[in-house]
């Protein structure tokens, strides 16, 4: 079997899954939380907690995972190792056409729609998906050229995306009062605990804290993986989550639930201004927009190792192709042209969609993301059974844990329901799962050349 040198370790690993987990998101996403809990601050972290330890719980469980075994995959792995190869092939391709593609596409128009903002552009949609393409290839280029280029970026961008995050955190943790926010909601706000319409906000939210589950394709790359790995997963969860209710709390004690509500995305400039000044609101776009560059780089880093992951397993067309290492460069190239040729499908239906309208207030990347967290369900379930065997030690770790994740994963698929066109993603998504599955019967056991 051709295998890659381990080029990262643990910083870049914990670096890797904040800068996938903290991209525009969190930015724009205090006045769209409010208006979903009527205003309501405390509900509102209740949310947020809820979607981030839904990845807490998910990564402590996939850490015990990922420290039996070192093989190349990430998840893919895990369900060949302790599912079955038709499972495996399942998961890879569920991954391979519908959930790295669609994260990837939507982020890079993401990409150009900020760097309009950020040059005061008038840019038409199909001026952010050219900007967007742009930096697609961008992406792709270096990472196929020199993993440690894709790992070094990586780094910086959290550390430049953390900057605006943490000033107005902080900021408005000392200058606002978001004690009072949360201990005196309006009336609106505690009707909104009457019923179940919040749980709408969950979706959103978990696409805002969704990219975690990357850094599994990279983990036979990082040095001592065994132990960086189930680091990594457990502190960089924390990390976020830190991150979201502090920035989210500063700006709503800061500004105030009402204006928060009525600014809408402006909110983020708005309290830039007031907290530092005219000049610091206007880059505030340049570090979101690096913002959004580091989760894309993030993604694709993962993405174009997954065809190489499948085809050592002979369970995706082309295999012998897709599985072969170019040496010069310790990258399996064609791997990621492959990625990149899926990836110009969803470029297409991402242009289609929006020119003809085809989906309302949605996108297959949310409902992907709903989809993947079902999946996730079965290998929560094994760590339970290998808790059973004794493989996995300490009753936290084999039952605790996976099923808290397993809660959480229904928590989240149930936000996905509230969208509209949930049925019509599903059917997507099990075009690929179902696909994977019957591939998968003449799939190998194990890796092989």
């Known amino acids: 079997m051709e295998q890659q040198k381990r080029e990262y370790g643990l910083f870049t690993t914990i670096a890797m899954i904040v800068g996938i987990v903290i991209g525009s998101g969190i930015f724009f996403k205090s006045d769209d939380m409010l208006g979903y809990t009527g205003g309501n601050v405390g509900l509102a972290v209740l949310v947020f907690c809820i979607a981030a330890f839904t990845i807490v719980f998910g990564c402590l469980s996939f850490s015990q995972l990922a420290a039996l075994t070192d093989k190349p995959g990430g998840v893919i792995t895990y ?37 309009g903002l950020t040059m005061g552009w008038d840019l038409s949609y199909v001026g952010m998906i050219g900007i967007g393409l742009i930096w697609f290839f ?21 550390i430049i995306k953390l900057i605006p995050l943490f000033a107005i955190a902080i900021g408005g943790l000392i200058f606002g009062d978001p004690i009072a926010a949360i201990q005196h909601p309006s009336p609106e706000a505690i009707e909104a605990t009457k019923t179940l319409g919040w749980a709408a906000a969950i979706g959103p939210i978990a696409f805002s804290f969704d990219g975690w589950i990357v850094s599994m394709a990279v983990a036979h790359e990082v040095r001592d993986s065994k132990k960086n790995v189930p680091r990594a997963l457990v502190a960089a969860p924390l990390f976020v989550l830190a991150a979201y209710l502090m920035y989210f709390l500063g700006i709503t004690g800061y500004l105030g639930v009402d204006k928060v509500m009525k600014l809408g995305d402006t909110s983020v400039a708005e309290a830039a201004t007031n907290l530092i000044g005219p000049t610091f609101a206007s880059i505030i776009y340049v570090f979101v927009t690096i913002s959004v560059m580091g989760t894309v780089n993030g993604v694709i880093l993962g993405y174009i190792r997954l065809p190489y992951s499948l085809a050592l397993r002979n369970a995706i067309p082309f295999s012998r192709s897709l599985k072969k290492i170019n040496h010069k460069l310790n990258m399996p190239v064609n791997s990621a042209i492959f990625a990149i040729a899926i990836s110009g499908v969803w470029w297409v239906i991402q242009y289609l969609q929006n020119k003809y309208s085809l989906l309302i207030n949605g996108d297959i990347a949310e409902i992907a ?7 996730y369900i079965l290998l929560y379930y094994q760590v339970f059974r290998l808790w059973r065997k004794g493989a ?18 229904l928590f989240v698929l149930i936000g996905g329901l509230t969208n509209p066109q949930f049925i019509i993603f599903v059917i997507i998504c099990l075009i690929a799962i179902v696909g994977g599955y019957l591939y998968g019967k003449n799939a190998y056991d194990d890796v092989k050349m």
């Open 79 to 115: 369900a060949n190792e302790f599912v079955g190869k038709r499972w495996a092939s399942m998961f890879g391709w569920f991954q391979v056409f519908i959930y790295y593609p669609t994260l990837t596409v939507l982020l890079s128009w993401v990409v150009g729609l900020y760097v």
């Open 138 to 158: 961008i992406c792709f280029l270096y990472n196929i050229f020199s993993a440690k280029v894709g790992g070094i970026f990586q780094e910086a961008t959290v």
């Open 369 to 375: 993301i709903a989809v993947s967290y079902l999946l």
């Open 392 to 409: 996995v030690k300490g009753i936290l770790y084999g039952v605790v844990f996976p099923i808290l994740a397993t809660l959480g994963s």
